[in-house]
């Protein structure tokens, strides 16, 4: 039969309106786009917290299958990945760095974003042990919060450490030398980045200004002249924290998923630890804190559609329910594992603001030759 002119003409654009069609809806939808053709593979970066995650089998998986998208994740410390050229230079299209102020350093470093997009939250924590954290107690530093946590007045302890206090005159018996708190070091890393932020506000009285800066950041060089060695990435330090044990490593700065993510990894292995440590690791939540939010950085279009299947309810509840990650506004999972519960306050209600971008610049500066 033969088609007319006409009709071939009508067919034509039903089918390129069709296909027009499509093309948006499966761009909105790259759930669905991703149960065809080929995957997308995407290259770039993320801080070291978040490895676990990335190289979960389940996560993987679900990327691959419902979204179509495989990625060549590598760890970078989240200060480093946005400011360093030898990394920027690789031309990474994703960047995963653990706070929002990254995203303004990124700008500054004349990255150009596509898109960018909060994932999920982590406070910042300290992480010690049982027998130091009950010594903070006794003098006066922290409080029981029920199981194996605790919250801290940071400020006091900040004090303690700047004044040269002994750990046995905070009230820790057996450790050697005066007190410190180990971060990461703030120049490459975002736990110790927002640690220097958080001590700074503290210290002022106040979210810290840069014509405040120069009242305080004397004593922020001091307490992070005493850490010593300060590891390039929060997974490293979280490492040598549970290698070291309390004598080693007796206050650290970290996420509070690092230690329920370690423990549900393997849980038989946590119990044989458990069972046989002189001493158990705990968590401090300090008084305040702040926030480690987590915004995935698209440098290139073909990245977009990451932040979409990334904030999909499937992948944020299992960065709750096997990495311990909170979802927007600190929300936690519906998955009540009690491994998680006995080990986390489910709100945390005290949280300072990040400084400007231009603040934590210049006592980036400060520190790098404390």
Known sequence: MA??????????????????????????????????????????FAGGEKEGFLANTRV?????RRFGLILDARRAGSVEMV?????????????????SVLVELARNSGVKISRDQVIFNSPIVLYSWDRIADGLVKGGFAEPAGG??????????????IAGETWEAMGVGGLFGRA???????????????????VASLLSGDVIALDSLGRIDGEVATVFRRMGYKPPSSGKLFDDYVAGGAGAQPLIVGYEN???EWVLQDAERWKRVEASAPSKPVILYPRPTAFSAHPLISTDRAADELIDALVSESLLELAWEEHGFRGPL????????????????????QVLPMPD??????????????
């Open 148 to 161: 194996p946590r605790y919250t801290v007045d940071l400020l006091k302890v900040l004090k303690a450490i």
């Open 180 to 198: 410190r708190v180990v971060s990461t070091d703030p120049n490459k890393s975002n736990s110790g980045f927002m640690f220097a932020g958080l």
């Open 330 to 349: 600190g929300t936690i999972g519906k998955a009540r594992n009690t491994l998680l519960q006995s080990r986390l306050i489910e709100r945390v209600d």
């Open 83 to 99: 400011r360093e050229r030898t990394l920027l230079d690789q031309k990474p299209q994703f960047l995963w760095p653990s706070s």
């Open 60 to 64: 993987r998986s679900l990327l691959e």
């Open 3 to 44: 088609i007319s002119r006409r009709a071939f003409g009508i067919g034509l654009l039903a089918a390129s309106a069709a296909g027009t069609g499509g093309y948006v809806y499966l761009r909105q939808h790259p759930e669905i786009a991703g149960r065809f053709g080929e995957p997308k593979r995407l290259s770039g």
């Open 258 to 260: 690092q230690l329920i």
């Open 357 to 370: 971008a231009p603040v934590m610049m210049a006592l980036l500066d400060r520190l790098a030759t404390a």
